[in-house]
T-cell receptor, first 112, second 113 residues
């Protein structure tokens, strides 16, 4: 069966520090991968998605970036975090096509 | 760009009562999916609707896709405390690449015992 791992579960970072969140999927090949951000009590905002290694589509201009160095690995990064980057970050995967998305447990990021 | 709106934003329901949450897209959708997020958890897929006018049921939950494929609804009968959570609809725009979904803002359901 397929599983998705996302870490860390919680993270507290100072303003201006770098960020690296990692997501890995097991049990499937060539998945579509997604990064979302969810503000407290709000909906999901799509940040990036990828349909293959090295292929990244950015949905929202911001100081975040994403990379897919391996088929089942998706990384969210920032060189300098802003206070507005606080939130709940969710990674998800899906089989290509009209298929459900499956979410990881998420990372709660607090910027101080 | 595509927008997906959900109403109401909050739904306070007495246990045992019915309620409906609505989802409206600014553009025609190829399909719509519904997810449930329990407090402190991550979204979990519930169902997908593809055909115009499609109706699907999961026990006490009834999902409907509008004839024009621009709106959808979720009706829950005899609400239970296990129904607590936020329900999101997510639409895929016609021709969207990468199975990209646009999520609505969600309906947060609180159940009064």
């Amino acid at each position: 069966s397929q599983t998705i791992h996302q870490w860390p579960a919680t993270l507290v970072q100072p303003v201006g520090s770098p960020l690296s969140l990692e997501c890995t999927v097991e049990g499937t090949s060539n998945p579509n991968l997604y990064w979302y951000r969810q503000a407290a009590g709000r909906g999901l905002q799509l940040l990036f998605y990828s349909v293959g290694i090295g292929q990244i589509s950015s949905e929202v201009p911001q100081n975040l970036s994403a990379s897919r160095p391996q088929d089942r690995q998706f990384i969210l990064s920032s060189k300098k975090l802003l206070l507005s980057d606080s939130g709940f970050y969710l990674c998800a995967w899906s089989v290509p096509g009209n298929q459900p998305q499956h979410f990881g447990d998420g990372t709660r990021l607090s910027i101080l | 760009g595509q927008q997906v709106m959900q109403i109401p934003q909050y739904q306070h329901v007495q246990e045992g009562e019915d309620f409906t949450t609505y989802c409206n897209s600014s553009t025609t959708l190829s399909n719509i999916q519904w997810y449930k997020q329990r407090p402190g958890g991550h979204p979990v897929f519930l169902i997908q609707l593809v055909k115009s006018g499609e109706v699907k049921k999961q026990k006490r939950l009834t999902f409907q896709f509008g004839e024009a494929k621009k709106n959808s609804s979720l009706h829950i009968t005899a609400t239970q405390t296990t129904d607590v959570g936020t329900y999101f609809c997510a639409g895929r725009q016609m021709g969207a690449a990468g199975n990209k979904l646009t999520f609505g803002g969600g309906t947060r359901v609180l159940v009064k015992p």
